[in-house]
Nanobody, 125 residues
């Protein structure tokens, strides 16, 4: 059974940085697609970044150039480095995983079956 636990959320000033972590168990990062998603109040859950832990990443347009997804396969952990955080980045952030069946990882939230409970990010301007 897959288990994902997020940490690292909190409050950050606009323009600042934050690093989220997702510790996983029950699967091998290189055999799964792992991603970060977010959901703001009143909005649908959306992709932030997805990786296959083999060097391939996909980013939502809204975060390209500011956020970086990475993995530490030895620590069974993947990260989201958030730089130049903006007020519109405020949301609950979730990590999620799905077994990788194809060359390219999916990016839609509904394609991911296992989720963490989320970590809140608030941004002050």
């Amino acid at each position: 059974q897959l288990h994902l636990v997020e940490s690292g959320g909190g409050s950050v000033q606009a323009g600042g940085s934050l690093r989220l972590s997702c510790v996983i168990s029950g699967y091998t990062l290189t055999k799964y697609c792992s991603g970060w998603f977010r959901q703001a109040p009143g909005k649908e859950r959306e992709e932030v970044a997805v990786t296959d832990a083999l060097g391939n990443m996909n980013y939502a347009d809204a975060v390209k150039g500011r956020f970086t997804i990475s993995t530490d396969n030895d620590k069974n952990t993947f990260y989201l480095q958030m730089d130049n955080v903006q007020p519109e980045d405020a949301a609950m952030y979730y990590c999620a995983a799905v077994q990788r069946y194809f060359i390219t990882c999916p990016t839609a939230p509904h394609a991911f079956f296992d989720w963490g409970k989320g970590t809140q990010v608030t941004v002050s301007s």
